[in-house]
Nanobody, 114 residues
């Protein structure tokens, strides 16, 4: 499953960004798509995930600020980020976990200036 992510960039603290990630083909089986991030010197961490049935999961650090959604028809997942903080600065990776295995998109850099 090839994943193509986009939408990163530079934003001021308090601002918003929307990340997008699309799978190269339509996926019909149960799966979880999500977003992880990795800041310099840190391990990759889960930001948010969503199953193809719409069940969501968020890390405590982004609850109330980030919203994950998906379009099953397009096999796409989105992350709307608002109230961004400098500590949200990281490379964000979309992921797919399903019966085919675990796959990662290329990272997209999000930089939040103070």
């Amino acid at each position: 499953v090839q994943l193509q992510a986009s939408g990163g960039g530079l934003v001021q603290a308090g601002g918003s960004l929307r990340l997008s990630c699309a799978a190269a083909r339509t996926i019909f089986t149960f799966n979880i798509m999500g977003w992880y991030r990795q800041a310099p010197g840190n391990q990759r961490e889960l930001v948010a995930s969503i199953t193809n049935r719409g069940t969501t999961n968020y890390s405590d650090s982004v609850k109330g600020r980030f919203t994950i959604s998906r379009d099953n028809a397009e096999s796409a997942v989105y992350l709307h980020m608002s109230g961004l903080k400098p500590e949200d600065t990281a490379v964000y990776y979309c992921s797919y976990i399903g019966t085919e295995g675990t796959f990662w998109g290329q990272g997209t850099l999000v930089t939040v200036s103070s």
